[in-house]
């Protein structure tokens, strides 16, 4: 089979992570190490990557050398494949395949609809446990063939697909715990109902700007479909009556309830809305009984987070101010990780954003930009080894 034309993942990740060009070449990660020898082959020397890698943006249409993505690849654990070129699942695989620690996987914004997804190929992705297919027009023939072949599977995105209906699949995937389908066309409950379906362990669903109009569903059926559901966003959705908010009572683990933006509370005032939810207070006692008093509730924006902070294979918790610049918390994280601060390259991950790390590349700008929360992760690599 001929090569495709473009530019190869080999050799975009050779020139990102070189060691001349990575302080230029924003990146996460320590770039590779590749000591000259006689031979002048890099496979036969210590080749020194990070374990997650960020090669968005880079034009990258095919694989390249599937051995040396082994050599260089081995331990890498996360890798950002988003806005490329490649169109063909085939030259996917031939990466994955060769990333045998592989569990964050993102490939939006890549054309892959222009190809089929066959079985042998979909075995390549068995051990990824966060795969992110947002705007690449995956058809949900594809999606099923994945989660087939994904029995560990924990986290799905699949924004900006155009999905005006849901294709049931006859296997249930019971590992899934979050999905995020945010910015699609799904407005009947019946194409809403089949995630239920499919995903039973589902424990946070994100629907936010689809047109769902209405929840269709008697109650004790709502419980079975989702019966693990502690979260759900219908931010913008056309939810326009209160018996649809109701419906949401049905869910027997439901904590948190997202319903910004609907055309439900569109007419009132902020007092008004206000006073509305106030007067559903006596509906509650009679489901829950009298509640204890309502702790106050601060609603000026968060001043502190607390994160993860990992470096190499060091994981630590910490709590960070979120008032501070991004170059007054690498002076914080200086002792912890022991590298001067002109050498740290700064990632925020939040498990709910669509588009995996943002790098945090702007020296004078605050944390709370970010929109940095409790449990979110922040990745320090080093520029220069």
Known sequence: ????????????????????????????????????????????????????????????????????????????????????????????SKIVSNVPHLEFLNLSSNPLNLSVLERTCAGS?????????????????????????????????LCLNDYETVSCSSICCQSLKLLHITDNNLQDWTEIRKLGVMFPSLDTLILANNHLNAIEEPDDSLARLFPNLRSISLHKSGLHSWEDIDKLNSFPKLEEVRLLGIPLLQPYTTEERRKLVIARYHELITKYGKLEPLAEVDLRPQSSARVEIHFKDQVEEMSIRLDQTVAELKKQLKTLVQLPTSNMLLYHFDHEAPFGPEEMKYSSRALHSFGIRDGDKIYVESKTK
Not at 128 to 138: D, E, G, I, P, Q
């Open 1 to 92: 089979m001929d090569q495709p034309s473009g530019r190869s993942f080999m050799q975009v990740l050779c020139e990102k992570y070189s060691p001349e060009n990575f302080p230029y070449r924003r990146g996460p990660g320590m770039g590779v190490h590749v000591p000259a020898t006689p031979q002048g082959s890099p496979m036969k020397d210590r080749l020194n990557l990070p374990s997650v890698l960020v090669l968005n943006s880079c034009g990258i249409t095919c694989a390249g050398d599937e051995n040396e993505i082994a050599a260089f690849c081995a331990h890498v654990s996360e890798l950002d494949l988003s806005d490329n070129k490649l169109e063909d699942w085939h030259e996917v």
């Open 125 to 157: 992705f068995s051990g990824v446990r966060k795969l992110v297919l947002n705007n690449s027009k995956a058809s949900w023939e594809t999606v099923h063939m994945l989660l087939q072949e994904l029995p560990e599977l924990e986290e799905l995105f």
